[in-house]
């Protein structure tokens, strides 16, 4: 986990990313984020965070992801710290982001917004979601 990377403009935990030239969109990288809709929208409105903005969640590209939706209304409620504190618990009981083969991982099990934020909270357990 880099925590420096924390989360993307659209709540995508960058800090869990293992792309290696990706530094995240808040950070300049080797990656040009300038395609990502969402990018563009909280650069224009000066945003530091899509959750921020009046009109979230949006039907911007990202915003249609459950787990970003989930991530970015976390952090409506708890800190960044708090955020970051949780996944590396969640990291280190071998919770992924994303699998190897993969940009999907144990978070996109959950069908709702309000999942991702319990698997934050709670981790893995799947018996979590009943």
Known sequence: ?????????????????TISNCQ???ITGD??????ENYRCAINRELPYCYQCVDFPCDKEAMCDVVNVGFSKFLQIFTMDE???YLERNERN????????TLKGDYHK??????VMKYIL???DEN???
């Open 110 to 115: 959950a069908k709702t917004p309000e999942d």
């Open 1 to 17: 986990m880099n925590k420096e990377k924390k989360t993307g403009y659209c709540g995508k935990p960058c800090c869990l990313c």
């Open 122 to 124: 709670k981790g893995s």
């Open 94 to 101: 071998g919770m992924l982001y994303h699998y190897l083969t």
């Open 128 to 130: 979590l979601l009943e």
């Open 83 to 85: 955020l970051l504190t």
């Open 31 to 36: 990656i040009d984020h300038s395609r990502c």
């Open 24 to 26: 995240g969109c808040k």
